[in-house]
């Protein structure tokens, strides 16, 4: 049961412009939400979080936005820098914080 | 900056083998986690590890696997005996657990490659 989704596997955009990254949720109960960001052949890095009180957090290119009602988040990130190619995955830690559920990550690739 | 430290990056070993893959994790931090990526895959949950004690395992956590944390700073994953699916990147993690320490900070990985 994948509780959390990512349904694109791939992005391309251009350098400078923004990047969106979408991620979805089945578990009313979650209150917490992580993005990590992953190089090939590295552990995931975590980039930024939002919790379930707030709508938006950000911090500095990067934003997240949270819609509970739809229980959807977003990442926005601009303006997008070749630097940012990776692949980023959304996560989102149990309710007892035993285990974080991981969507299945979106591969962004930023065009110099 | 602290950081998860894993040991070795990179690990071959045949079919069959034990294998033990250890990772250091920030200091003061209190949950530790094992996840694994096989290539081209999603990332899996193995284990989390909590005051001496395995606090949740995933259905792929059986019994050739078990988790240990030593002396207070090592906290190791053992692998019985290695079968060809094992063959993945083993990624360690550790979570402070104080209010506003949500975030699981992961180590760079061992990748496992068993023949």
């Known amino acids: 049961d994948q509780q959390v989704k990512q349904n694109s596997p791939s992005l391309s955009v251009q350098e400078g412009r923004i990047s969106i990254l979408n991620c979805d949720y089945t578990?009313?109960?979650?209150?917490?939400f992580l993005w990590y960001k992953k190089y090939p052949a590295e552990g995931p890095t975590f980039l930024i979080s939002i919790s379930s009180i707030k709508d938006k957090n950000e911090d500095g290119r990067f934003t997240v936005f949270l819609n509970k009602s739809a229980k959807h988040l977003s990442l926005h990130i601009v303006p997008s820098q070749p630097g940012d190619s990776a692949v980023y995955f959304c996560?989102?830690?149990?309710?007892?914080?035993?285990?974080?559920?991981f969507g299945t990550g979106t591969s962004l690739t930023v065009i110099p | 900056e602290p950081e998860v430290t894993q040991t070795p990056s990179h690990q071959v070993t045949q079919m069959g083998q034990e294998v033990i893959l250890r990772c250091v994790p920030i200091?003061?931090?209190?949950?530790f986690y094992w996840y694994r990526q096989i290539l081209g895959q999603k990332v899996e949950f193995l284990v989390s590890f909590y005051n001496n004690e395995i606090s949740e395992k995933s259905e792929i956590f059986d019994d050739q696997f078990s988790v240990e944390r030593p002396d207070g700073s090592n906290f190791t994953l053992k692998i019985r005996s290695t079968k060809l699916e094992d063959s993945a990147m083993y990624f360690c993690a550790s979570r402070g657990g104080w209010v506003g320490g949500s975030e699981a900070f992961f180590g760079q990985g061992t990748r496992l490659t068993v023949v």
């Open positions: 996560a989102a830690p149990s309710n007892t914080g035993n285990q974080f559920y």
């Open positions: 200091s003061n931090h209190l949950y």
């Open positions: 578990n009313s109960m979650f209150d917490y």
